[in-house]
C-alpha cells in the first residue's frame, strides 16, 4: 500500500474512532490500537505511541469547554495527578519491557472490562453524611453549578481513590488510552463526587497522564510521524464532531452497538496476541 | 485571601486556560497538517510499513533534533514538532496551575503542582 492511501484510510478510520469515543465517552484510544493492529497490520508499539498522543489532543480540545463551566475540581485532580502520572511512567516503562503479543492481550482485557463500564451507566451519587478526614485536611470539596444555583458536596475515600488512580496512570501508560473510564470510576463510585464534577475532573487528568508517558514514548522512537499524523488529527476532528452530536444523536442505541464492536475487537486482540505468543 | 477574592481568581484562570488549551492544540494540529503535506508530496508513493517495529530515527526523538530537522525543513520534523506542542499543552496546564496556587498563598496545593510538574519535566527529558 502507498503511503497516500494508508495515510487516507487512517485518518478516515481516525475520524470514526474519535467519533464513537466522544459520543459514548471512553474516548478514541480504546477504537484506534485495535484499528491499526488489527486491520492496518501495524505494530502495537506504533498504535500505542499513536493513540497516547492522539488521547492528549482530545482532552486538551475538550478541557476548554469544560473549565469555563466550573465543573473541575482542580484541588482533586492535581493531587490525584500525582498517582496517575507517577503510575503512567510505570506502565510507559513497563511497555519498553513486556513482549507485544501479552500487550495485545491485557489490552483486550481491558476492553472488555470498559466495554461492561460503559454499558452500565452512571446514576447520581446520594449525599456523603460523613466525609474523608483527608479530603476535609485536603480542602477537596467545593461547588457546582446546577439549575439551583451553587450546589456543595464533600468527598469520600481518598485513600482508595488514588490507589484506583494509581493503576489507571499504569494501563495508560502501558496501552496508550486515556483509561478514562477507570478515572471516572474512581471519582464517582469511590470517592463519590458528582458525576459532571468527575467527568470534567477525569479529562482535565487525562491529558496530564498521557503527557506523562508520551515523553518516554517519544524518547525511545514509539511515535512515529507519519503513523502518528493522520491518527491525531483524524480522532481530534472526529471527536468535536461527536461532542457536537453528543445530545442530538440517539446515545443509547449507539452505546450499546459501540459495546459489541469493542466486545469483539476485544476478542480479536487477545486471540492475536495468543497466538503470535505461541508461535513465537 | 477572602473567598470572592478567590473566586475571581478561580474563574480568570479557567478562561486563561481554556483558552491557553484551545490555542495549543489549533497550533499543534496546522503544524502537523503542515508537515503532513511536506511528507506526503515528498513520500506519498513510497510503500507504508509498520508491520515491523524499528525504532523512529533518533533525530526524531527529541528536542534538539526536531528543531534541527525542522531547519532542514523536513516534513517529518515539522509533524514532530506539532507534537510535541501538544505534549506540551497539558504541561502548560500544570505550570499555570503553579502560578495560580501561588497567587492564592496556597502552600500545600503549590507543593503538590510542583511534584506533578516535576515528573512530567522527567518524562520528557527523560534519556
Known sequence: MSIWLFTILIWLGSILAGFLGALTGLGGGVVIVPLLTLVFGVDIRYAIGASLVSVIATSSGAASAYVKEGFTNIRIGMFLEIATTVGALVGAFLALRLASPLIAIIFGLVLIYSAYLSSHPNRENAEIDKPDVLAVRLKMGGEYPTSQGLKSYSVGSVPAGFSLMFVAGIISGLLGIGSGAIKVLAMDRLMRLPFKVSTATSNFMIGVTAAASAGIYLNKGYIDPGLTMPVMLGVLFGSSLGARYLFSAETKKLRLIFSIVILVLAIEMIYSGMKAGIVK | ?127
Not at chain 2, 52 to 72: A, E
Open chain 2, 1 to 127: 485571601m477572602s473567598k470572592i477574592e478567590e473566586e475571581r481568581v478561580n474563574h480568570k484562570m479557567g478562561i486563561v486556560m481554556g483558552n491557553l488549551l484551545k490555542t495549543g492544540v489549533i497550533v499543534a494540529a496546522s503544524i502537523v497538517l503542515f508537515g503532513g503535506i511536506i511528507y506526503l508530496f515528498r513520500h506519498g508513493l513510497a510503500q507504508a510499513d509498520y508491520n515491523t517495529f524499528q525504532r523512529v530515527p533518533y533525530d526524531l526523538c527529541n528536542v534538539r533534533g526536531i528543531l534541527k530537522s525542522v531547519f532542514s525543513f523536513h516534513g517529518r520534523g515539522f509533524i514532530q514538532l506539532g507534537l510535541l506542542l501538544l505534549i506540551a499543552t497539558p504541561i502548560a496546564r500544570v505550570l499555570l496551575s503553579i502560578f495560580a496556587f501561588a497567587l492564592k498563598r496556597d502552600t500545600l496545593y503549590l507543593m503538590i503542582t510542583c511534584v506533578v510538574f516535576g515528573i512530567l519535566i522527567y518524562s520528557l527529558l527523560n534519556k
